[in-house]
């Protein structure tokens, strides 16, 4: 094969089946720049209205160019922007709410300022208010694509259709995945490495529940798996490390992991040794 040849079937190929997609680095500047807009007040000094409002006469206008390259007509930009733009100090006020749950869940946290600008769980979690509210207006590829940036810079992986409640907390956060069906209630806490998935990964069931429902004031320690989109983790439940879960837990339940270690001194040899250092 040439390499005119297969320029040619490149050229073809994006032209027959290939969708819209929007510009990744506009959308990822995009979100940043409604994160520093909406927690600005945090952040910087001597902000005025007037300053406040040309941000936000810009983010939208960035938005809708992110938009019409998705939706290609002018109408169903202007309308999705006007939803979100109108659903968007809701989504603050969600926002602050997880900010503050933050700071009185977590002894090391010592101000709300720095819950906002330090701690990259509130910023996954703000990222996937966003994406969510994306999501839910059927806008295609953007909430996923929002959700994949955060998961680069936080290592925290949720889905954009995910469902979470108010007051939601990660601590540390790294390495914790949220599938898409999952629903998450309000006051829950969860820590590093908690896979929230599915039993199994078989497409042909895309369309069905195969996430866990975790219910209010739940609290998942570090490491625990829970899967299963009939696996229910009642209310006020306490899932500990390392545990792993595809059956439902009543409310009020703490699950713990029992392992077994063994500790002796230096000089105990009383096992026979079969190696050799």
Not at 31 to 40: E, G, N, R
Not at 74 to 101: G, M, S, W
Not at 124 to 131: L, Q
């Amino acid at each position: 094969m040439t390499d005119n040849n297969f320029i040619q079937q490149l050229l073809e190929r994006n032209k027959n089946c290939c969708g819209n997609f929007p510009d990744k680095e506009l959308t990822e500047q995009f979100i940043d720049d409604l994160f520093t807009f909406l927690f600005a007040s945090y952040r910087e000094k001597d902000l005025t209205e007037a300053s406040l409002l040309q941000r936000y006469q810009q983010l939208k206008s960035t938005f809708e160019i992110i938009l019409l390259d998705l939706l290609k007509s002018k109408e169903p930009v202007e309308n999705n922007a006007r939803i979100f733009f109108e659903v968007l100090p809701v989504l603050y006020h969600q926002l602050i709410k997880d900010a503050n749950a933050t700071l009185e869940f977590d002894p090391a946290a010592t101000s709300i300022e720095e819950v906002l600008v330090a701690y990259p769980g509130f910023y996954a979690t703000a990222v996937h208010r966003i994406a969510h509210q994306l999501h839910k207006q059927k806008i295609p590829t953007l909430p996923r694509l929002l959700s994949e940036y955060a998961h680069s810079k936080t290592g925290i992986d949720i889905h954009p259709a995910a469902t979470i409640g108010e007051r939601f907390t990660i601590d540390h956060g790294t390495g914790i995945v949220i599938g898409e069906t999952t629903i998450i209630g309000n006051n829950v806490k969860i820590y590093q490495g908690v896979t929230l998935g599915a039993l199994n990964v078989t497409k042909a069931n895309a369309t069905k529940k195969r996430h866990p429902t975790i219910q209010d004031n739940v609290v998942i320690y570090s490491g625990a798996t829970i899967l299963g989109g009939k696996t229910v983790i009642g209310h006020d439940a306490t899932i500990g490390g390392n545990v792993w879960l595809t059956n439902s837990v009543e409310p009020y339940s703490i699950v713990y992991h029992k392992s077994e270690i063994t500790v002796k001194g230096s000089f105990d040899f009383s096992e026979v040794l079969n190696f050799v250092i």
